[in-house]
């Protein structure tokens, strides 16, 4: 999933609370969010990682000369997505291969190169994607050791024969996109007991999985708790989760080479292990806000 927030409900609760926040317009996210046309209005996602790296692009253009808003914690990519259609945003940190299959749930490309050249072709007109990062952070199915250990699984083709003695814990909406529940019948023929419905790998699904409360959860690969608690990444083998690559998605109209080339260039410097760093910051016992990680790390590579 990347990355998904919350549950199709909730983002049409969200909707209507944003348009009735903003005035007259139909957009998720009218009136007050709207930005004038010297103006970049980023977006997120609502879990640590999307906001930072938009702390970290609105960094980086601040850095060039370009005046930013922005707006965090929107919701789900169905909130998000027709906002930046609209022109409601203007730029979000994205994640290649969930977005692919919001656009196409017929994808069916698994490589970098592959997801990312597939998802340029079905991008909607006055939407671009830059250039993706290194950096992945993929949507994983995640166990305790325990649980690991008593079913003798190291991918998901192993647990599959008993995920119907299972807890599963995500966000709503994985219920229904190709990668989540759909996914794991269709790949694996693992049908969960019962599904939870959770965050998007934040602290409750985190919190229920330490506490037994569901046995297998949805959790992004870069999260720190996974080797905090010395849990197991399942492996892959069907390729259910496609790449996950990180980029950067622009409503064309605010598009110009300097933009580009300082989003471009934050790309060049993000790789998986540094995000893994940076998130692994964000929880850190001192608790710092996302701008000021932000800020620290494109300092240390020159773009701040």
């Known amino acids: ?18 348009s009735a926040c903003g005035g007259s317009s139909g957009s998720p996210l009218s009136g007050s969010w709207s930005s ?92 671009t994607a830059l250039n993706m990062a ?71 699904t985190v919190g229920a999985l330490k506490k037994g409360n569901v046995q297998a959860a949805d959790i992004f690969t870069t999260d720190s708790s996974i080797a905090a608690n010395g849990w197991v990444v399942l492996t892959d083998p069907k390729n259910n989760f496609a790449a996950q690559n990180v980029v950067p998605i622009i409503n064309s109209a605010k598009n110009n080479p300097t933009v580009t080339a300082a989003l471009n260039a934050v790309q060049a410097k993000l790789d998986t292990v540094t995000l893994a760093k940076l998130d692994a910051t964000l929880a850190g016992d001192s608790h710092p806000d996302t701008a000021t990680v932000a800020g620290d790390w494109l300092k240390s590579v020159g773009l701040g």
């Open 134 to 204: 290194a950096a992945q952070d993929s949507d994983a199915i995640v166990v305790t050791k325990a649980t690991a250990q008593k079913y003798h699984a190291t991918s998901i083709a192993d647990l599959a024969p008993n995920c119907g003695k299972l807890t599963f814990g995500g966000p709503p909406e994985l219920q229904k996109r190709p990668d989540g529940l759909p996914g794991f019948k269709k790949n694996y023929n693992c049908v969960f007991g019962t599904f939870k419905s959770l965050d998007a790998g934040g602290p409750l």
């Open 1 to 18: 999933m990347k990355r998904t927030v919350v549950g199709l409900v909730t983002a049409a609760v969200a909707v209507l609370g944003l």
């Open 36 to 127: 004038s046309s010297t103006t970049i209005t980023i977006g997120s996602g609502n879990f640590p990682e999307s906001e930072l790296l938009a702390q970290i692009y609105a960094g980086a253009l601040r850095a060039n000369g370009i005046t930013v808003k922005t707006h965090l914690d929107i919701g789900s990519r169905e909130v998000y997505f027709p906002a930046l259609k609209d022109g409601s945003i203007n730029l979000i940190p994205e994640y290649t291969g969930t977005l692919l299959q919001y656009l196409n749930k017929d994808a069916t490309q698994v490589s970098s190169t592959d997801v990312y050249s597939a998802l340029k072709q079905v991008l909607p007109s006055g939407i």
